[in-house]
C-alpha cells in the first residue's frame, strides 16, 4: 500500500526564515512525488514535482530514495507563501495517474 | 477556458438520499478523477475514468459510483448518504490517464450531510 506522511499540521516562521516542510513515503515501486499547494480561496494547484527538477517560487524538493522522503524546502519565506500544501504520490498498479495526498501542513509566515 | 468547473458549489442533504456531483474537465482533457476531501485531511482518491472507461477505483463502498460522457464530463453519484459523507469533493483533469500527467483541479463541491 502507498502512504504519505506529512508529520507537521502547522509550521509557523517569520518573514525571511528558512522553510522545511517534512514529506515521507511508503511506496514499493518506482514513485512520482508532488507538492501541491492550496492558498486561501482558491483551488489545489501543482506546485513542483520531482522528475521536473525546478525551482517554483524558490521552492525545490529533492527526492531522497534512501530515506523515502520528499520534503519542500525554501531559504527565504514570503508572507506570500502563507498557503497550505500537501505532498502527493503518483503510483499504483494499474500504472494510471492516481495520486495519494498527505494530511498536509499549513504554513503560516508573519512579517 | 476556465479550468476545470463542478457543480454544485454547495449542497445540502439528508441521511438517506443520493446525490449527483458534477465536473467538466478542461477542454481537450480525456481523464476525470474524483478525490474526496474531509475536513483536516488531504484528498483521497474515489474514481478515474479515462475515455468513458473506469481506469481506477480508491477504497470507498458501492454506494459511491461514476460515469464519464462522451464529451468527457463526468458524475458522481452517492447513494444512501451517511453523515460521514459530508466532505469537499473534488474533480481534477490530466490530458491523459497514463503516467503522471499533472492533474488541475476544480474548485470542488462542498456536501453537508445532516
Known amino acids: 500500500a502507498q502512504r504519505v506522511t506529512q508529520p507537521e499540521k502547522l509550521l509557523s516562521v517569520f518573514k525571511g526564515a528558512p522553510v522545511e516542510l517534512k514529506c515521507n513515503y511508503s511506496y514499493s515501486g518506482s514513485p512520482e512525488l508532488f507538492w501541491y499547494v492550496q492558498y486561501s480561496r482558491q483551488r489545489l494547484q501543482l506546485l513542483l514535482r520531482?522528475?521536473s527538477r525546478e525551482s517554483i517560487k524558490g521552492f525545490t524538493a529533492d527526492l531522497n530514495k534512501g530515506e523515502t522522503s520528499f520534503h519542500l524546502k525554501k531559504p527565504f519565506a514570503q508572507e506570500e507563501d502563507s498557503a497550505m500544501y500537501y505532498c502527493a504520490l503518483s503510483g499504483g498498479d494499474s500504472g494510471y495517474s492516481t495520486l495519494t495526498f498527505g494530511k498536509g501542513t499549513m504554513l503560516l509566515v508573519s512579517p | 477556458d476556465a479550468g476545470v468547473t463542478q457543480s454544485p458549489t454547495h449542497l445540502i442533504k439528508t441521511r438517506g438520499q443520493q446525490v449527483t456531483l458534477r465536473c467538466s474537465p478542461i477542454?481537450?482533457?480525456?481523464?476525470v478523477s474524483w478525490y474526496q476531501q474531509v475536513l483536516g485531511q488531504g484528498p483521497q482518491f474515489i474514481f478515474q475514468?479515462?475515455?468513458?472507461?473506469?481506469?481506477g477505483r480508491g477504497n470507498f463502498p458501492d454506494r459511491f459510483s461514476a460515469r464519464q460522457f462522451p464529451n468527457y464530463s463526468s458524475e458522481l453519484n452517492v447513494n444512501a448518504l451517511l453523515l460521514g459523507d459530508s466532505a469537499l469533493y473534488l474533480c481534477?483533469?490530466?490530458?491523459?490517464?497514463?503516467?503522471?500527467?499533472?492533474?488541475?483541479f476544480g474548485p470542488g463541491t462542498r456536501l453537508t450531510v445532516t
Open positions: 475514468y479515462y475515455e468513458k472507461e473506469e481506469r
Open positions: 477542454s481537450g482533457h480525456k481523464s
Open positions: 481534477a483533469s490530466s490530458s491523459a490517464g497514463q503516467g503522471s500527467y499533472e492533474q488541475y
Open positions: 520531482h522528475i
